[in-house]
C-alpha cells in the first residue's frame, strides 16, 4: 500500500521557522520526484517545490531564498525546512511524489499557520 505521511505542522510566529516531513512506503522512493504543494483558505493548489531524484531542485519565486527542499533516500523521506515563514504562508502543506511513467502519489496533509 502507498502511503505519504506528512508531519511537522503546527502554528507558528510570522518569522519563525518549521521543518515538515513527508515519509514514504509502498513504492521506489529513489525513483520518484518529490514535490511540495499547498492550499491556502479558500485557494486553489499551489506548487512550492521540487526535488529530483537525482537532487535538483526547484522553488516558486514566493518561497525561494526562504524554503528548502531536501530527501533521504536511505529513509524515504523528503523535508521543507520553511524559514522567515510569513502569515501568507498558511496553508495546508501536501506531499506529491510524481514517476513519469507510473504518475503520482499524494500525501493526506499537514496544516501550517503563521499567526502572532
Known amino acids: 500500500e502507498v502511503q505519504l505521511v506528512e508531519s511537522g505542522g503546527g502554528l507558528v510566529q510570522p518569522g519563525g521557522s518549521l521543518r515538515l516531513s513527508c515519509a514514504a512506503s509502498?513504492?521506489?522512493?529513489?525513483?520518484?520526484?518529490m514535490s511540495w504543494v499547498r492550499q491556502a483558505p479558500g485557494k486553489g493548489l499551489e506548487w512550492v517545490a521540487t526535488?529530483?531524484?537525482?537532487?535538483?531542485?526547484n522553488y516558486a519565486d514566493s518561497v525561494k531564498g526562504r524554503f528548502t527542499i531536501s530527501r533521504d533516500n536511505a529513509r524515504n523521506t523528503v523535508y521543507l525546512q520553511m524559514n522567515s515563514l510569513k502569515p501568507e504562508d498558511t496553508a495546508v502543506y501536501y506531499c506529491?511524489?510524481?514517476?513519469?511513467?507510473?504518475?503520482?502519489?499524494w500525501g493526506q496533509g499537514t496544516q501550517v499557520t503563521v499567526s502572532s
Open positions: 506529491y511524489a510524481a514517476h513519469v511513467v507510473v504518475g503520482g502519489y
Open positions: 526535488i529530483t531524484r537525482g537532487g535538483r531542485t
Open positions: 509502498g513504492f521506489t522512493f529513489s525513483s520518484y520526484a
